[in-house]
């Protein structure tokens, strides 16, 4: 109670604040767990940490090299869109996936 999930105009404020998707990553990014020396400053206090994600068969994947945050924002009745950040790059992306899937959620206070 007292706080949501954030829909995907506020991922964007976000993303805005932070001077943009290209440097938003490393901002966002913790300073330690990320694979291959891929660990971000965190300066925007953000501490995304590289938790990996889960298919909706059950099998988890990614671990260390990706961490994937829902927005509450549907693309259709099966899918939502969601943001990651990758070991391979200092940007948070933003796509779509299957509601079944399971990624992490960063709640924001009402």
Request: aromatic share 14%; net charge neutral; charged share 25%.
């Amino acid at each position: 109670k007292g706080f949501h999930i954030p829909d995907d105009e506020e991922w964007t404020t976000l993303i805005d604040y932070l001077g943009g998707a290209d440097s938003a990553g490393t901002k966002m990014k913790s300073t330690q767990g990320w694979n291959d020396e891929a660990n971000g400053n965190n300066s925007s206090g953000f501490t995304g940490l590289p938790g990996g994600y889960r298919y909706n068969n059950g099998t988890f994947k990614g671990i260390g090299l990706f961490g994937s945050w829902w927005s509450k924002t549907p693309i259709d009745s099966t899918g939502a869109w969601y943001r990651y950040l990758s070991a391979t790059e200092g940007r948070l992306n933003r796509t779509f996936s299957d509601k079944r899937d399971g990624f992490s959620v960063r709640c924001i206070k009402d």
